[in-house]
């Protein structure tokens, strides 16, 4: 079967949390399609292509792997791109509901493309990019929440947001 | 990618929320073990000769799916045939922990098979093995649960079940 | 409108948090039947009869409260009594999962009547006949768990029950 | 009984689900008060003279359903209205502790009104009117979330709404 | 042992529910240093300098208790202080997962504070800051959420806030 | 403040995650009582003298905790013992409820004794004394799960338990 997979999000920024889910995605399905959503109405830190840019760095070696953006519906992108997965990281139950609401309107909205849902590791059940900002801004140590080789880049992001 | 996929669960019986999971893994996964698991501790209304019976006959219009059965760990059986995914459908919440803990616990016991969640269908998603039996049991109609193929053979055996 | 609502349960013993359930439904409708449902499969501490008899004491000043009990679906049972809703009470969320699935259940098997939900009151909010049952056999005091004209009995009963 | 309920919320748009509740609740109380609350910090995408345009619609051929606003406590409108119920859907397990803490709150605020959920249907069980507007201002098809007969009105606010 | 416990919150406004544990946290460690968080992103009603002060008026008669405030980290503040306890409340579900993303994180952070959490009291199961301030701003009587000493000091504050 | 907690359980075996919990409560309170509650209606799979045996080996480097056993309900050995704190550890949401209404029910049997909670650590999160035994008595490594002091001690135990 020669499934394509979309990981849909908005990895403001990616954290080991997302890579883990990546790259397990990878494993089990042909071509996947890392697409930074810019449709929703949280307020980013980083940019559109800071994220994109991030995330070509932290999935260089997967080699089926390519990063894309897109501004409209989920739904309406997986059918352009023929994709017949949309996967997704479930941590705790906090995720559970909405990821639920989503998949099932994705379904009425394209009921070609499946979602799938790969349990968040262990040590990343609590992860998440909010988490990462709110104490990398703070001064907090957020080497054990993010890809190394972007630990920099996104230092240098939460320096100049700090309001002194 | 040519996966092997594991559909594990009691199937006692077979309800029509099992063979959704089932039709869309097959969408998904080259080959498909449906695999009736014998060695829980529920005491079983159906025998595992009669499980696989009904899986048979439910899934004989999907062509990469087969139906076993298996006594020891889930995690070992999966090794054994070398299945890199575990399929497993997601209803409402109460599955979600159980769920949780048994994926990551065969992670750690078997590292190569990851498990992946689909999302029951809005109108599967309070549907299940018990509920069958229990409305079954007491003369309510459950053709709204059970594959039509099924259905005499589930009504036979609870006949039989009822004490008078 | 002339609406009758049935009240079901095990009520194995009626708790504070049935009766304060019953009293509230008994301001909303016309006609409130409190029916023990004796299908379950769980094995009650108190007969059916016993059960009856505990609920018609503690409900003798509420004038629309009539109590019966039933063996079969409940679903069968509403349709019978031409009933419109059936009201139930939700504790906390453990309570929210099954009773929706029942909800929804009774409405595929019998359209005609609506489950109503109530709040249990903060006080009851943790209060189940498990818990009477677990505290009173061990000899812990329940006069803030269950109503006061029953006391006696339950405890008569909870002595008999204790294995030396 | 001559119950007077009271059906609250923004109804930001009104969806299928609300006027699935609205529609229940109107079999079971004499007379159904549905009151848009424009009390509520959210902003909202229409006005209260718009929404109740909308209800008004939609709940046409419903003869005991008046459509109201009010700007203060649900508590002090309840009061003033001499209702005895107020009539809450309950969708998954997201509404759950909210509409629980209201619940308990209003019954503190006002104890001669109780509040009675009903449970979402199964094919409403994830619709909300934020999910409507999420879909609908990004050209995705709302038919299967909202009446036919103010589909048009929605989309054409929508329509104004979106950002080029 | 003579352990320092911090009770961390934004306290805006301290509620009764907030009381109770500071109070049972007092009668369990040895010194308490309630610490009003200043570097949440939510926009606060009262200054940190009122909240410190309501805080010290309802902790007056509880010896080993301490009022601060910190703008940085809880794990540095805790560092800090070289407190060994995080003491928090926990009402329902809600707070659940996100004391648990936090108590987790914090660990990560200092090793040495290990938070421990106390339940609500039934009554002030569903009680919170931001209930005080809907019901109090809208006219609604606050007397069972907040300690009786600073009741009018908040509603003074709530008379100013309101948008006429 | 000299305060004696206790730790019950049924510790059918001790986990690692249970033995996180002791030895961080050892370090907060002056005196531990680790208690094995003999009252519950669960077979057990070791016998209480087995348990505390098992638990004595596991804490023997940890000073301030002793092993009881008890088969009366908690708040009366909290009493009997002047126990200030009853210490559980809350893993996932599965346990929140149960043990929310354990803690209030104490509450109302003895004022005296508050419950006080700890987080599981992440990597226990989903560990249990039933999935230990569902693991292991199918030949499945328990090394993660248990201390290795004691591994030998309950695998002997497990091949006595197998059917074959």
């Keep these: 079967m020669n499934i394509t ?3 849909p999000g908005s990895f403001d920024p990616v954290t080991l949390g997302h890579l883990d889910i990546i790259r397990r995605a990878a494993q089990m399905f042909e071509r996947i399609l890392v697409v930074v959503m810019s449709n929703t109405q949280k307020t980013a830190t980083f940019s559109v292509a800071e ?3 991030m995330l070509k ?10 990063i894309e953006s897109h501004g409209g519906l989920l739904a309406d992108y997986a059918r352009e791109k023929n994709a017949k997965a949309i996967v997704k990281g479930l941590r705790a139950l906090s995720d559970f509901e909405y990821e639920f609401q989503m998949a099932l309107t994705n379904k009425r909205l394209n009921p070609a493309a499946d979602t799938v849902f790969l349990t968040a590791s262990a040590e990343n059940m609590y ?18 929440f993010v890809p190394e080789c972007i630990y ?3 230092m240098k992001k939460f320096a100049k947001s700090i309001n002194y």
């Design 127 to 144: 992860l998440s990019s909010s988490l990462v900002k709110q104490v990398g801004m703070m001064g907090g140590d957020i080497h054990d």
């Design 152 to 154: 920099d880049n996104i």
């Design 51 to 53: 994220r994109c840019e």
């Design 57 to 66: 760095t932290v999935t260089a070696g997967i080699g089926n792997v390519e």
């Design 5 to 7: 997979a979309v990981c």
